[in-house]
């Protein structure tokens, strides 16, 4: 949304919003009226539609049918969506756990990183996280089952913030989505043969550089 961002000339899509446009989101809708046959009026399709009560969608738009399979629809824009497929892949085909390994994930409040973590619980990992602020590190540690997080902002010696809370341990996994902000911190904690997945870097997209 920002009027310049040098993320916007990587790839189609990611071009900046002018004012008054229209923004386009993944999204599950349902068809009200389509001259496309493979499109029925009634069919739910999921999605790049448009944040809208209606959206009008061009022939060569990327949507699919969507069988919800009994699953509420919002599922589908989550745990069974992008998000839920990349933590899935991620965590199961990348990092390879094994059983009471520990789990280190960053961002993890995020859509990806909470999946990841309670992927992780389980399967019996020792989960911690970094999120940035009190309030999600309350929600990983008092919701979504994380064994430890920390604030980012508050906390940026992982090695002691880790010894000091009592954390047996290294990291065996270590689940990257934010960037080189916190990923020299956090590599130095990782054991001999443990394992990086690199999912992303948020904290880089937008930079200036
Ligand atoms: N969603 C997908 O389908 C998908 C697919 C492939 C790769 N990825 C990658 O996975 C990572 C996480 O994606 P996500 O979909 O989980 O994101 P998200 O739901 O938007 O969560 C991202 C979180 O990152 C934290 N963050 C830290 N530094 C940030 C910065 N500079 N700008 C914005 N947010 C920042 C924020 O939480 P705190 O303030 O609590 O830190 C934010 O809530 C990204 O690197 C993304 O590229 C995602």
Redesign the pocket.
């Known amino acids: 949304m920002k009027r310049y961002s040098s993320s916007q000339k990587t790839c189609p899509g990611f071009e900046g919003i002018t004012l008054g446009e229209e923004i386009e989101a993944y999204g599950v809708v349902k068809v009200v009226a389509s001259d496309n046959v493979e499109f029925e009026k009634g069919d739910v399709v999921v999605g790049v539609v448009t944040w809208a009560e209606y959206s009008k969608i061009r022939r060569n738009g990327m949507i699919m049918k969507l069988n919800p399979l009994g699953f509420p629809l919002s599922y589908h824009l989550g745990v069974l ?3 839920g ?2 933590a899935y892949a991620g965590f199961f085909e990348i990092c390879k756990l094994k059983r009471g390994e520990m789990v280190f994930v ?9 999946l990841v973590g309670q992927y992780a619980r389980l399967h019996r990992c020792f989960v911690a996280g ?4 009190k309030r ?1 590190v309350q929600l990983l540690k008092e919701k979504l089952g994380f064994d430890a997080a920390f604030n ?1 902002r508050e906390e940026t010696d992982l090695s002691s913030t880790l010894k000091s809370s009592g954390i047996p341990d290294e990291i065996d996994i270590y689940f990257e ?3 080189i ?1 916190m990923q020299e911190v956090t590599v130095t904690n990782v054991n001999t043969f443990g394992r990086v997945a690199m ?8 930079d200036s550089e």
Request: aromatic share 12%.
């Open positions: 969506g992008y998000s497929l990349t960053l961002t993890a409040s995020g859509s990806v990183g909470n970094y999120a940035g602020s999600r980012y989505t934010m960037g902000v999912c992303g870097v948020i904290s880089e997209y937008t």
